[in-house]
């Protein structure tokens, strides 16, 4: 009989130890928390501060109890494993309710020590009233101090999903909320022009945003009072919210001389093993490889800790599964607005070098006559010799689930956009279009591929006018739409009177092509280049695009 230790519960733990279990009924398995509770939601918090979800218990997925009774795994809450001795095969730790210490022996030990928040050493961090959303208790602390000191004004540093989600609970109960962020825009592993109307959001719904700010100093008498920040302005506040960042709990594995990747990060194999063959990790604290890029990556993520969990608990007992890796799949909603991304962004391809291209579109979740319909934004990226989809951002309001999902699947298969033109998706008028936005996306980035149509992109567009670049844009709204609002220099020649006044454009010089979201000037592309144009670029996404990309700060 195989005696099984897992370090650390919640995502990864609690699923190794129940895969471990469903693998080897024989098995001894105990497991090592220290914190209070073994099995809970983790990203459930922000909606648990916020009221949604309403109770603790709500928040707890398995009991200790439970743990026992129908797992028969032995549950060690609050006890804290401080080493690893290799050579004798057991792990060291301290009972913290208690301070006794403890050692227990294993045949195969899995780490899921999970992630620390990241608190860095600024002046009065440590003041009363700064809290991080990371456990069940830290909540419970965060919902009583904002009852008991009557919490008017709060602030919330990091605007990653955390910061986003804490934000909008923190709205909901009414609060003034001020949001700092030390980059350009919200949700920093999205490119700037898809955070736009997030931005614009924000700030329409009271939203105090600070986009490239850093805290310098927190001060108050014992309690925070107010923020410092690098541009020199102060705020007031009653309470703050660190959303920094999350930071593996590596600390057991490097005093075990566990290998470290560049990443920071353990090194497992694609059986979760680690250096040491007797011990597997999972979860937070590990390496995870990039299905677009082959290379390792940290991914905070449930649904990658949920699955390295199971397969480490299974190979830890005999088993032979494998974990594939991850594309960072993630969504996030900030009101009635939803953010979803997987795969590339257009940064991380121009970082990791790539040949690729992208293209906008700006469809409706359904159909268009199907009432309560809502536009969406995508945004592709793809490889340019080959069509692979190495990347896909969402942005709407309904429906970005859905098509993340399809994007991430085709990510995984290594599917192209030409393969995303031939899905097959289900359709009715509430749900979708007959051309569902996922197959349109393929659409309009199969185009491209084929060289049917040549695109500029509003940040290409951007930068060769501010070069002085000559080139001729040509507006084909309606005179009534051009009015509203346009590109500088742009001719404003609607398109059902294009075929009549072609003439009057300078068929030799290099022309841009726009219209509302690119199918009007798709057409127009079409027509101008049966009468002999040459040199011509579309606007990918249109003006809509383009003001995503103009109004981005």
């Known amino acids: 009989m195989s005696k099984i230790v897992v370090v650390g519960g919640v995502a990864a733990g609690a699923s190794a130890a129940v895969k471990a279990r469903r693998t080897d009924e024989a098995a001894e398995i105990i497991m090592f928390e220290r914190g209070s509770y073994v099995s809970w939601a983790n990203c459930g918090l922000p909606y648990y501060v916020g009221g949604e979800i309403k109770t603790q218990a709500d928040l707890v997925l398995v009991s200790e109890a439970l743990f026992d009774r129908r797992?028969?795994?032995?549950?060690?809450?609050?006890?804290?494993?401080?080493?690893?001795?290799?050579?004798?095969?057991?792990?060291?730790?301290?009972?913290?309710?208690?301070?006794?210490?403890?050692?227990?022996?294993?045949?195969?030990?899995?780490?899921?020590?999970?992630?620390?928040?990241?608190?860095?050493?600024?002046?009065?961090?440590?003041?009363?009233?700064?809290?991080?959303?990371?456990?069940?208790?830290?909540?419970?602390?965060?919902k009583q101090y904002m009852n008991n000191k009557g919490v008017k004004k709060a602030v919330v540093i990091g605007a990653g999903f955390i910061g986003l989600e804490t934000l909008e609970a923190l709205t909901n109960q009414g609060l003034e909320v001020s949001l700092v962020e030390g980059t350009q825009h919200v949700l920093p592993i999205f490119d700037i022009e898809m955070?736009?109307?997030?931005?614009?959001?924000?700030?329409?719904?009271g939203v105090n945003l600070l986009l490239n700010e850093k805290v310098v100093a927190f001060g108050g008498e014992g309690t925070v009072q107010y923020l410092e920040l690098s541009s020199g302005k102060r705020l007031e506040t009653d309470m703050v919210i660190l959303s920094i960042g999350v930071a593996p709990e590596t600390k057991l594995a490097i005093e075990a001389g566990l290998t470290i990747g560049e990443t920071g990060g353990i090194t497992v194999s694609d059986t979760m093993q680690t250096s040491d063959p007797d011990i597997f990790a999972a979860g937070d604290a590990v390496e995870t490889l990039h299905w677009v890029t082959g290379k390792k990556v940290r991914l905070a993520l449930a649904g990658p800790a949920n699955k390295q969990g199971r397969v480490a608990g299974a190979n830890a007992v005999g088993g032979n599964m494998k974990y594939k890796g991850a594309a960072g799949s993630s969504i996030v909603r900030i009101g009635d607005m939803v953010a979803g991304k997987t795969g590339l962004a257009e940064k991380e391809a121009l970082t990791e070098g790539i040949e690729y291209f992208v293209s906008f579109i700006h469809p409706a979740n359904h159909a268009g006559y199907y009432p309560g319909g809502a536009g969406m934004t995508i945004k592709l990226?793809?490889?340019?010799?080959?069509?692979?989809?190495?990347?896909?951002?969402?942005?709407?309001?309904?429906?970005?689930?859905?098509?993340?999902?399809?994007?991430?699947?085709?990510?995984?298969?290594?599917?192209?956009?030409?393969?995303?033109?031939?899905?097959?998706?289900?359709?009715?008028?509430?749900?979708?279009?007959?051309?569902?936005?996922?197959?349109?996306?393929?659409?309009?980035?199969?185009?491209?591929?084929?060289?049917?149509?040549?695109?500029?992109?509003?940040?290409?567009?951007?930068?060769?006018?501010?070069?002085?670049?000559?080139?001729?844009?040509?507006?084909?709204?309606?005179?009534?739409?051009?009015?509203?609002?346009?590109?500088?220099?742009?001719?404003?020649?609607?398109?059902?009177?294009?075929?009549?006044?072609?003439?009057?454009l300078d068929q030799g010089k290099e022309t841009v092509v726009n219209c509302g979201v690119g199918y009007r000037s798709y057409l127009a592309y079409k027509i101008l280049q049966a009468r002999g144009f040459e040199n011509l670029l579309n606007l990918s996404g249109g003006i809509t695009s383009w003001n995503q990309w103009d109004n981005r700060g």
Request: with cysteine; glycine share 8%; charged share 25%.
């Open 71 to 142: 797992f028969n795994i032995a549950v060690k809450a609050r006890h804290e494993v401080t080493g690893i001795d290799r050579v004798n095969k057991k792990i060291t730790g301290i009972q913290l309710d208690t301070g006794e210490s403890f050692e227990e022996s294993y045949d195969k030990l899995i780490l899921a020590p999970g992630g620390r928040p990241v608190r860095p050493p600024i002046p009065g961090i440590d003041l009363n009233g700064i809290f991080t959303v990371t456990t069940i208790p830290e909540a419970d602390k965060i």
């Open 195 to 205: 955070t736009t109307g997030i931005h614009q959001y924000l700030r329409s719904n």
């Open 381 to 504: 990226v793809v490889e340019k010799q080959t069509g692979r989809l190495l990347g896909a951002q969402v942005i709407g309001k309904n429906g970005v689930d859905k098509r993340i999902d399809v994007f991430a699947s085709a990510i995984y298969a290594k599917q192209t956009v030409r393969d995303l033109e031939d899905l097959d998706l289900c359709y009715a008028p509430p749900f979708a279009s007959a051309k569902d936005p996922a197959i349109l996306a393929g659409y309009v980035a199969g185009n491209i591929l084929r060289g049917e149509i040549k695109t500029i992109t509003p940040r290409e567009l951007d930068e060769a006018l501010t070069q002085g670049k000559q080139l001729q844009v040509v507006d084909v709204r309606t005179v009534e739409e051009f009015k509203r609002g346009h590109i500088p220099g742009a001719i404003n020649v609607p398109l059902d009177e294009l075929r009549q006044k072609y003439t009057e």
